[in-house]
Nanobody
Framework: QVQLVESGGGLVQPGGSLTLSCKAS????????MGWYRQAPGKERELVAT???????NYADSVKGRFTISRDNAKYTVYLRMDSLKAEDTAVYYC???????????????WGKGTLVTVSS
């Protein structure tokens, strides 16, 4: 069984910073893409950033220059450093990963349960 567990959410003032972490665990053979999505109240879930196993990175235009995604392949962990936070960044942030399950060769998409980030004064 594979699971993703996020941590690091919370309340932060506008202009502040926060770092999210997401660790994958379980019967993992390999992880291709890892990333972060978010869903604000009343809105659809949207891409924030992704990073592949070889380090290729993609950001949503709304977070370019403010957010930084990184991963530690040895620890099956992906991070999201968020700087210059704005009220509109308030959302539940979800970790996402495409994982090949050990001894099966079967790859599927996994989601974490989400962590709430609130940007408010």
């Amino acid at each position: 069984q594979v699971q993703l567990v996020e941590s690091g959410g919370g309340l932060v003032q506008p202009g502040g910073s926060l770092t999210l972490s997401c660790k994958a665990s379980g019967a993992i053979s390999s992880i291709n893409v890892m990333g972060w999505y978010r869903q604000a109240p009343g809105k659809e879930r949207e891409l924030v950033a992704t990073v592949t196993s070889d380090g290729s990175i993609n950001y949503a235009d709304s977070v370019k220059g403010r957010f930084t995604i990184s991963r530690d392949n040895a620890k099956y962990t992906v991070y999201l450093r968020m700087d210059s936070l704005k009220a509109e960044d308030t959302a539940v942030y979800y970790c996402n990963a495409f994982i090949t399950v050990l001894n099966t060769g079967y790859r599927r998409e996994y989601w974490g349960k989400g962590t709430l980030v609130t940007v408010s004064s």
